[in-house]
């Protein structure tokens, strides 16, 4: 009976049928994906702060005539969860810098590479990012020229040490400032770059490198008994000599990092009038001669802050030295072929009320995890950060998009893995011991984190306990 029905119909209605059908069935293609609609949102929001002119990033995607020879590139990536870069387990703690896609972006990003990724109406495209000029991540006020420093092409076991050089801050008065980046002109060769304030003495030697010579055997490793604590800051030549009167590190610059901003806690930092600034270097030769010259940039506000945040570490047996006459601890040995080693806990102690705000774990190519814990005087605990598959080439910080508070007598607790077995496709030698060093072939283990405190609070009384490698200090 369906089938006489059908024939009974006009040949019109039949054929207005089956238009209408067709519509509805291709409607969704009907509406493709476009850049400037739905791509353009995303990348502004997830992806431009990287990738933009003289960013960290090695294309830029503020436009569709930028981003479109990268859309199959921007689908395998997005598709695999490579970008953008993040690692925290999002179980425990949400944070306001998650750079992570949903999966309907990441959805949308794939449908727009397999339909042709067609550029749309620009009248469909929102209003362009201002972003800082030069590639700052923040609009700096205050701008310090780091000291300028030649990277051989060739250098002796394709080694260059640790340097520090003290520079003026030109600070003539106490100012509070509420953000910092550390900006290298030439990335290709920048390991990373600290820096450290330094009350200004008159014995200081301006421009002037300093580092510690050590004994490396042919694979470039520091050569080190078994069990044996190598002081650092040690000889005459030594970076320590200037960092070891600093108030620890402040800021770092490290592979996909990010400026330090304060302001969306309304905390700042006190710069004392005269303060010097250490920089501490490290480059990695590239086979070609380059020179590169930090740039330190400071926002300052027009009135002090509410908050004073402290950047520090929680310690770490693998931290070493940074000015505070620790040691190296010879707890912290990895051995052949573990795929597992679980390091020495890093552990530290509340002496006042905080809020716990950042975090930023740091280790090189064997670390393998790191996972932050929370310990309240009332004796329960909590995981704050895990990152369970760490990168070495994105570390990244991790800010809390609310404060946990932490009062006195609270500890943090932190422990990390590390992977040096053939299992790590990044190690460069699974078959021998791994001791705390500098280079990124070594091994370190440096919980960096920040708190937030009273303006009134006395940074020194902030931390009541830490394990002996914990330093004032960190990122």
């Known amino acids: ?184 002109t030439d990335i290709s060769v920048t390991h990373h770059i600290c820096i450290n304030f330094r009350p200004h003495t008159p014995d200081v030697q301006y421009y002037t490198p300093l580092w510690n010579d050590k004994p490396r055997d042919e694979e470039g490793i520091e050569i080190k008994k078994p069990g044996e604590a190598t002081p650092t800051g040690d000889g005459q030549n030594s970076r320590d000599t200037q960092n070891g009167r600093s108030n620890g590190l402040e800021i770092c610059y490290l592979p996909g990092d990010q400026a330090a901003d304060y302001r969306p806690y309304h905390a700042g930092k006190l710069i004392p009038a005269g303060t010097d600034i250490v920089f501490q270097v490290h480059y990695t030769p590239s086979g070609k001669d380059a020179v590169d010259v930090p740039l330190l940039g400071f926002t300052v506000p027009d009135a002090p802050p509410e908050k004073r945040w402290i950047s520090t570490s929680a310690g770490g047996a693998g931290a070493g030295g940074t000015g505070s006459g620790g040691q190296d601890s010879p707890a912290f040995a990895i051995p052949p072929n573990d795929p597992n080693y679980a390091a020495p806990p890093a552990e530290a102690e509340l002496g006042a009320d905080a809020e716990l705000v950042m975090f930023q774990p740091h280790m090189h190519l064997r670390g393998k995890d790191m996972t932050y814990t929370v310990e309240f005087p009332n004796g329960k605990q909590q995981v704050v950060l895990s990152v369970s598959k760490y990168d070495f080439n994105w570390q990244l910080q991790y800010m809390l998009a609310e404060p946990i508070r932490l009062p006195k007598g609270t500890k943090l607790h932190v422990q990390a893995h590390y992977n040096n077995s053939t299992s790590n496709k990044y190690n460069p030698n699974p078959n021998r011991t791994i001791y705390q060093g500098n280079m990124t072939w070594e091994e370190m283990m440096s919980p960096f984190m920040a708190i937030l405190v009273d303006v009134k609070t006395d940074p020194t009384t902030v931390f009541k306990r830490r394990t002996a490698q914990a330093v004032e200090g960190g990122h």
Request: aromatic fraction near 8%; hydrophobic fraction near 40%.
């Open 1 to 184: 009976m369906g089938r006489m029905y059908l024939a009974a119909l006009p040949l019109a209605a039949l054929v207005a049928a089956g238009a209408a059908a067709a519509v509805t069935a291709q409607s969704p293609e009907a509406t493709p994906v476009t850049f400037h609609k739905e791509i353009l949102p995303i990348l502004q929001k997830n992806c431009q702060t990287c990738h933009r002119p003289g960013s960290i990033a090695p294309m830029s995607l503020l436009t569709y005539e930028e981003a479109r020879p990268w859309a199959r590139s921007m689908k395998l990536k997005v598709a695999s969860r490579q970008m953008p870069p993040w690692f925290a387990d999002p179980q425990y703690s949400k944070f306001a810098n998650d750079r992570s896609l949903k999966q309907s972006d990441i959805d949308t990003i794939v449908k727009w590479a397999d339909s042709g990724a067609p550029a749309g109406d620009p009248k469909d495209a929102p209003a362009p990012i201002a972003w800082p000029a030069d590639g700052w991540q923040i609009k700096p006020d205050v701008i310090v020229r780091g000291p300028s420093f030649q990277i051989p092409a060739h250098p002796p076991q394709n080694v260059i040490e640790w340097t520090s050089i003290v520079v003026p801050s030109g600070f003539t008065k106490d100012t509070w400032v509420t953000s910092m980046e550390l900006k290298p």
